[in-house]
């Protein structure tokens, strides 16, 4: 396989001021960081834009990141977390602005909606997406946000999971958002499956492609009051709180598809219930391509819901800046989804109502691979 950055033709960029947006993930499949790379070539680098967690990801979710000057190549870092509170006079600095991230492709992952703030700031300066392949592959799954619940989370209406890389996506909200001028360099070798290179962690909870196969139903525990697994070696692929009763969850959820649930123990070392012993589930990968996450997750909350009627809380605000609605409802993108899962309502009926498969025309003229 290779990536947008080993294709792109450096030759026509030497002489124009750049910018990139790019993080510890972003790296040639030799494994040299993309900002090595244009800066070993002579390219005028002259900022490097940092999403959530900051460039090399140290730091934790939801966490103001100051910038400061990358080590190896001297330039500087530019923080674009939280959102719209970097300068933008920067940008009357540069001609062109290349976008490398791999992103894991949930619509909650936050680096891409960096990327279309990035965007949107631009004004005459060219954008260079430098592709990568969605890791989790082309499956599309759980409900399209209403704009009421827009957010970080979930600026545009996409569903949950979405299945398409950086370029595709970022093209398609382009032409139909954005409007600015927009070019992908594609990546080669890619067939829309599982990803299958090194991994490099793109967050600091993100340590594993498995974690990025559950992430899109798993992070809907953050608008719980549930731990996520923050503050573990497995965070997202575990989840519990210290009053939860393993084995009666099993038990209640049944049978999963392409996933078994077993009862642990562990002890977040930061992050909700910090330091104290969380009796929990975890989530282990059967098989990928009949693994549901979205389904699952919520069918896990559920069930917690119902055993544990007077522990269970949907979490308050704030999340990811807004103070007005619940942070589920951010997640999920529906507010009915939470009004039927409080109603008892069987999970597969929830999302045969709202799966958001219409989104698969939407996206067709926009598939690269």
Request: charged content about 25%; overall charge negative; proline content about 8%.
């Amino acid at each position: 396989m290779r990536y947008g950055i080993d294709r792109v033709d450096l030759q026509p960029l030497k002489g124009r001021r750049l910018g990139i947006l790019a993080h510890q993930a972003s790296v040639t499949t030799d494994l040299e960081y993309s900002f090595v790379k244009l800066k070993k070539a002579g390219l005028d680098l002259r900022v490097i834009f940092a999403p959530e967690h900051g460039l090399y990801s140290t730091a934790q979710d939801q966490v103001a990141i100051e910038g400061g000057i990358e080590p190896i190549t001297g330039i500087p870092i530019v923080s674009l977390y939280p959102p719209n509170r970097w300068e933008k006079s920067i940008l009357a600095e540069l001609d062109l602005l290349i976008i490398d991230i791999f992103d894991i492709g949930a619509r909650y992952y936050t680096y891409l909606w960096s990327a279309t703030e990035l965007i949107e700031a631009a004004a005459n300066q060219k954008i260079l997406i430098l592709d990568r392949p969605n890791p989790i592959g082309r499956k599309v799954e759980g409900p399209i946000i209403e704009p009421d619940l827009f957010s970080f989370v979930g600026p545009y209406p996409i569903p949950i999971r979405h299945g398409m890389t950086p370029g595709e996506l970022l093209s398609f909200l382009n032409e139909r958002y954005l409007k600015k001028n927009l070019e992908v360099v594609p990546l080669e070798g890619w067939d829309g499956g599982y990803f299958q290179g090194i991994w490099i962690p793109p967050s600091p909870n993100i340590p594993s492609l498995s974690t990025a196969i559950v992430y899109p139903g798993a992070c809907l525990i953050e608008g719980t009051n549930l731990s996520e697994g923050r503050g573990t070696t497995r965070p997202f692929e575990q989840i519990g709180a210290p009053w939860l009763d393993p084995m009666g969850v099993i038990e209640a959820v049944g049978t999963i598809d392409g996933a078994r649930l077993r009862p642990v123990e562990f002890q977040p070392q930061f992050s909700k219930y910090e330091g104290e012993v969380c009796r929990g589930i975890f989530i282990h990968l059967l098989d990928r391509e009949e693994f549901h996450p979205v389904f699952t997750y919520l069918k896990i909350i559920q069930a917690i819901r119902k055993i544990h009627p007077e522990k269970f809380a949907w979490r308050s605000p704030p999340y990811e800046g807004v103070l007005d609605r619940l942070p589920f409802d951010l997640l999920i993108g529906r507010k009915e989804i939470r009004e039927m899962i409080e109603q008892g309502v069987e999970v597969g009926e929830i999302l045969n109502r709202f799966q958001g498969e219409e989104f698969l025309k939407l996206r067709r003229d926009y598939l690269i691979y």
